[in-house]
């Protein structure tokens, strides 16, 4: 099993689920697809990165949101830094990995904002000063990518697009 390294320490390449398509969305969702998780992961993004401001700011049971944390800290996505000796405390912040994560998060909030809501509660800028419009651009040719021009180009020995391969 490979291993990616981050500041936190090591983020463990998890086997595929052996059960139904080999796939990176379904090893991801696996680590970090449980609601709670994210909703931290958003919060630490903002800068609050202390236990009450979290649960405050998710709705977390406290208890649910420890193991959540926890979990985050054991795979690599988030770091704990002691900021108070008496009592020990401690804040929570982004690993490499963790900081990968906020593509995923903005993408869904877009996708959220589009299908779920009727206003956006919460509006991004950029940088450069104008209201934050992510596109999804290749790479190579620089050009957006849509959905149409999305191809499958490789999978998974023993799999093509339709599903396993009969041998």
Known sequence: MKARTTE???????PLDSRGRPCSIAASLQAIGEKWSLLAVR????GNRRF???????????????ARLRHLESIGVLTRRQYSEHPPRFEYHLTEAGRDLLVVLTTLREWGDRWLVPEPPAVFGHSCGEELDLVHSCRHCGKEVVPEDLRLKATAPGWNSSGPVES
Do not use: H, Q, Y
């Open 52 to 66: 009450a401001a979290i649960a405050r700011n998710t709705g977390a049971p406290r208890d649910v949101l420890t």
């Open 43 to 46: 919060e630490i993004s903002f």
């Open 8 to 14: 936190g320490g090591t983020l463990p390449t998890r």
